[in-house]
């Protein structure tokens, strides 16, 4: 099997491959679980997870309909309904429609966190 060489989406260099820590890879391969990040996009990332976490965590949705309501709200398949896919602007999406959820629940968007 080819080593595939996965490269920087920004400057087109070769991807270096980190410890865990940076962005989880699929079990048994070298491949990340999402798209490649710079720090701006990595924050914003960070940001949107735990508000749409919210959502199946206080019961909304069960966790497997939350990620349905992503692909459903954002016209995506399953395995693309995942912040580790997302831009910067699917993720203040994320974040508002989430937020407007949380919102409709009685559930305040600074206890979400």
Not at 5 to 19: E, F, M, N, Q, W
Not at 70 to 81: E, H, S
Request: proline share 4%; with cysteine.
């Amino acid at each position: 099997m080819k080593k595939q060489t996965i490269r920087c989406p920004y400057c087109g260099s070769p991807a270096v491959l980190r410890d865990a820590s940076y962005m989880g890879i699929h079990q048994g391969t070298s491949l990340p679980k999402g798209s490649l990040a710079n720090r701006t996009l990595r924050k914003k990332r960070i940001q949107a997870h735990p508000i749409f976490d919210q959502l199946w965590r206080r019961g909304i949705f069960s966790r497997k309909e939350a990620y349905r309501w992503i692909g459903d709200k954002f016209c995506l398949q399953t395995r693309q309904a995942h912040t580790g896919n997302f831009s910067d602007y699917m993720c203040d999406q994320l974040i508002q429609e989430a937020s407007k959820v949380l919102k409709n629940n009685h559930i305040p968007l600074g206890m979400a966190g």
